[in-house]
């Protein structure tokens, strides 16, 4: 990279605002590699759009804080998402039930709200605040 190039490249870089560091942002994974410890009583379950006619193939996981969520679906197909945060080293920090939607289709990070939108099957939707994804 030449000089100007970079020196605009750190301009740039200088003008996003502090916070952008610490938001919470939706990645997308394969479905095939989630974290080794999936807990014994749920699924990697992605749908591939509300109607879930198939399984996606990448999964949308929250990162925040240094802290990766899955969404995983229960094994006995209840209306409830388990939100299983891990760290780092892939070692389970977190695992709350959110209840009212299932079979992850998309999400959405607000930095305005703080908050993401869960939406699943028959696109319904679960919300939660940055706060319970972080460390």
């Not at 749920?42 to 802290?67: D, H, S």
């Not at 070692?91 to 939108?117: D, F, L």
């Amino acid at each position: 990279m030449n000089r100007i190039a970079l020196g605009a490249a750190l301009a740039l870089l200088s003008t996003v605002p502090a916070f952008a560091a610490d938001r919470a942002m939706i990645d997308y994974l394969p479905r095939q590699q989630p974290p080794p410890n999936v807990p014994a009583d749920m699924n990697v379950t992605c749908a591939n759009k509300p109607e879930f006619t198939a399984l996606a193939a990448k999964c949308p996981v929250i990162r925040y804080q240094g802290m990766t969520t899955w969404v995983f679906s229960y094994k006995d197909n209840r209306w409830s998402m388990a939100l299983v945060t891990y760290d780092s080293s892939n070692k389970i920090v977190r695992n709350v039930e959110h209840k009212g939607a299932r079979y992850i289709v998309n999400a959405v990070s607000s930095p305005k709200t703080q908050m993401v939108t869960i939406s699943g099957q028959d696109n319904r939707t679960i919300t939660v605040p940055w706060s319970e994804l972080g460390k």
